[in-house]
Nanobody
């Protein structure tokens, strides 16, 4: 059974940091993505990483503050979030796909989400 399990969410003050983890089981994937959804808003792209090359892409809103990384041996992807602000408050979802290139949120596998709350 394929599973993506996120962890690391929580409550942090503005300016603080959190690191999210996404551990996959059941198979390996070529591409992972992080997305987030704030209350009353649509889900939005945060970052993506290609597992073989390590190539990364970021949303403009998080560029320079967030870093996506991978551990191929552990089948795990991380999202290091620094300089957090209240606008980063959302449920963060990990997504994965066997394809190298995934358009938008067209990933085949999704985690259950982890809440990140940034207080002002």
């Amino acid at each position: 059974q394929v599973q993506l399990v996120e962890s690391g969410g929580g409550l942090v003050q503005a300016g603080g940091s959190l690191r999210l983890s996404c551990a996959a089981s059941g198979r390996t994937f070529s591409t992972y993505g992080w997305f987030r959804q704030a209350p009353g808003k649509e889900r939005e792209f945060v970052a993506t990483i290609r597992m073989r090359t390590g190539v990364t892409y970021y949303a403009d809103s998080v560029k320079g503050r967030f870093t996506i990384s991978r551990d191929n041996a552990k089948n795990t992807v991380y999202l290091q979030m620094n300089s957090l602000n209240p606008e980063d408050t959302a449920v963060y979802y990990c997504a994965a796909d066997q394809r190298t290139i995934v358009v938008g949120d067209g990933y085949n596998y999704w985690g259950q989400g982890t809440q990140v709350t940034v207080s002002s």
